[in-house]
């Protein structure tokens, strides 16, 4: 699929994410479309997290998320990886500004978007994700998660090798 934007980018991630989950293991708790339970009552809903619609997940994700990350403003195959990440949970912007070869200080703004488009597409992609691997594989619940983690990873990069 060729990524042009948000719509592909959700649909992706979403193909990542999944449905309900409640697993013990995950610090972020229950969830629907990855978006957890505290992430919704935040955005105003008050319903089971079941029942999440797909479009409220999806216009919680664009507000919080692709937004937050400056997505519309760089190349879409590299934002859909930044998208995934920080949804994923994880200092996604401190990881692109390194891989952008900026200031790293974690606040997107026109000087990350600068050095972001600036950069070669693929070798900043291929940096991120490994500071992304790097980072997840230190964190406690790896053992429960990493599997799944670095799936997710390797479907990203095949998909943005297209």
């Not at 900043?124 to 691997?133: E, Q, T, Y």
């Amino acid at each position: 699929m060729k990524i042009t934007g948000f719509d592909d980018s959700f649909e992706l991630l979403i193909g990542h994410e999944g449905g309900y989950s409640n697993a013990p293991a995950d610090p972020g708790g229950e969830t629907m479309y990855g978006i957890t339970k505290r992430v919704a009552l935040e955005e105003g809903y008050s319903g089971p997290m079941r029942d999440l619609p797909l479009q409220l997940a999806k216009t919680i994700a664009k507000k919080r998320y692709w937004d937050k990350v400056w997505g519309d403003q760089y190349d879409p195959e590299v934002a859909f990886d930044v998208f995934d990440a920080i949804y994923n949970g994880g200092p996604a912007i401190r990881w692109v500004q390194s891989a952008a070869g900026t200031v790293v200080d974690g606040m997107m703004g026109a000087a990350t978007v600068a050095a972001i488009r600036a950069a070669n597409p693929q070798k900043l992609i291929m940096r991120f994700n490994a500071d992304r691997i790097d980072y997840l594989a230190g964190l406690k619940v790896w053992p429960s998660f990493g599997k799944g983690w670095m799936h997710r990873i390797a479907a990203n990069l095949r998909e943005g090798s297209d």
